[in-house]
């Protein structure tokens, strides 16, 4: 069943379902989506441009976010965290009147109760580690270990500082097993990077 959908496209900018994203808002129309999430469901879809460009198309698949804490500045920015619900697949862009877009979208059903097997977990580990290692991350492993596997594979989706179409791959991953297999191979191409240089290597 479709669902209608007030969406934030900001590059860059994902968020899995049980994980938070804390967010700035200052551009009216963003601030306008907020205040209407807030008189309405509190819920903001994100979801990243295929470009930066104004009014640029969408990428499929995107997250709903319940807007979990919020501070309202004195000038009418806004401070939030969105707590992750549900991935969505986009329909179709609707014609609307209001200054921010609106999709009609279906939620997608994930599966939380999937795990990895423990290979999968120890080769993930073993190239975070090497990954942490080669780009100056301090990390605490003890943390990590304790973490369930979803929460330390979508969490580092998350934040891993991979471009936009990586992130996005993530994203639009099926399975949890098929999110780690992508990550690590994320994780070996762009621990390739030279540390001198702003663009990744293939040598």
Known sequence: MATRLSIFPLPGA???PGL?????IFEPRYRALVGDALARDRRIAMIQPQTAAEGA???DVGCVGKIDEVEALDDGRYNIVLAGEARFRVRRELD???PFRQVEADLLADDGSETLA?????GFEQEARAFAEAQGYLVDWD???RLDDRTL???VSQIAPFDPAAKQ???EAETLSQRCELLIQLMHFFGRSDPDEERVTLQ
């Open 118 to 122: 423990s290979v999968e977990r120890a």
């Open 57 to 59: 198309p969408l990428y």
């Open 169 to 171: 791959a993530l994203l």
């Open 153 to 155: 594979i979508d969490g």
């Open 96 to 98: 609307v009147t209001t």
């Open 143 to 145: 943390s990590v270990a």
């Open 20 to 24: 938070h994203l804390p967010l700035h």
């Open 14 to 16: 994902i968020l899995f």
